[in-house]
């Protein structure tokens, strides 16, 4: 069975600090995706990563996947209570057909 | 309208009794999934379903059983229910595309 660990668990912090959230496995992925949950709501896509070493970026979001593919990070710049849910990364495995790994999840709180 | 929806939202029954979550998308997707959520171990695949002639079982199918009525409807049905399957449900369709999943907004279960 693959696993994807996230690491922190939960993260509270104030509006305007950075954080990052990583994603880390010992398979590898032929893509992954970062999803976003909100209370009450199922996870939204956020981005897909499929290329190693490729970064990509989404206003204060900055998403890595690493050169090995095994493993990935999710960087938040100047962070706003909007950011605020848990953060999922799932993982894609070549020939497995549209199924996904998901990860173990962060539980972010941004504060005024 | 929301694309996935799922019904009911929440629901709360008795250790033994036979539940029935549904799933209905407009999306038009062949592929259908049923996941459950619990704290600290995000989101696992119970079932999976492609066209309505193939079901798959996940990495907990055990005391699960689904349904897929049409393209469009995908149900999940608890035989006997046990508290440890108190859990949040989420209902999700692919197009296969970039394997990427849509959601529904969850059935939130309580089973005492």
């Known amino acids: 069975t693959q696993l994807l660990e996230q690491s922190p668990q939960f993260l509270s912090i104030q509006e305007g600090e950075n954080l990052t959230v990583y994603c880390n496995s010992s398979?590898?992925?032929?893509?992954l995706q970062w999803y976003r949950q909100e209370p009450g709501e199922g996870p939204v896509l956020l981005v897909t990563?499929?290329?190693?070493?490729e970064v990509k970026k989404l206003k204060r979001l900055t998403f890595q996947f690493g050169d090995a593919r095994k493993d990935s990070s999710l960087h938040i710049t100047a962070a706003q209570p909007g950011d605020t849910g848990l953060y999922l990364c799932?993982?894609?495995?070549?020939?497995?057909?549209?199924?996904?790994?998901f990860g173990t999840g962060t539980r972010l709180q941004v504060t005024l | 309208d929301a694309d996935v929806t799922q019904t009911p939202r929440n629901r709360i029954t008795k250790t033994g009794k036979r539940i029935m979550l549904e799933c209905s998308q407009t999306?038009?997707?062949?592929?259908m999934y049923w996941y459950r959520q619990d704290p600290g171990l995000g989101l696992r695949l119970i079932y999976y379903?492609?066209?309505?002639?193939?079901?798959n079982k996940g990495e907990i199918s055990d005391g699960y059983s689904v349904s897929r009525q049409a393209q469009a409807k995908f149900s999940l049905s608890l035989e006997s229910a046990i508290p440890n399957q108190t859990a949040l449900y989420f209902c999700?369709?692919?197009?296969?595309?970039?394997?990427?999943?849509?959601f529904g907004a969850g059935t939130r279960l309580s089973v005492l």
């Open positions: 999700a369709t692919s197009d296969g595309y970039g394997d990427i999943q849509y």
């Open positions: 398979s590898v992925f032929s893509s």
């Open positions: 990563v499929v290329t190693g070493g």
């Open positions: 799932a993982g894609a495995s070549t020939g497995t057909a549209s199924k996904l790994t």
């Open positions: 999306k038009g997707h062949d592929r």
């Open positions: 379903s492609f066209d309505v002639k193939d079901i």
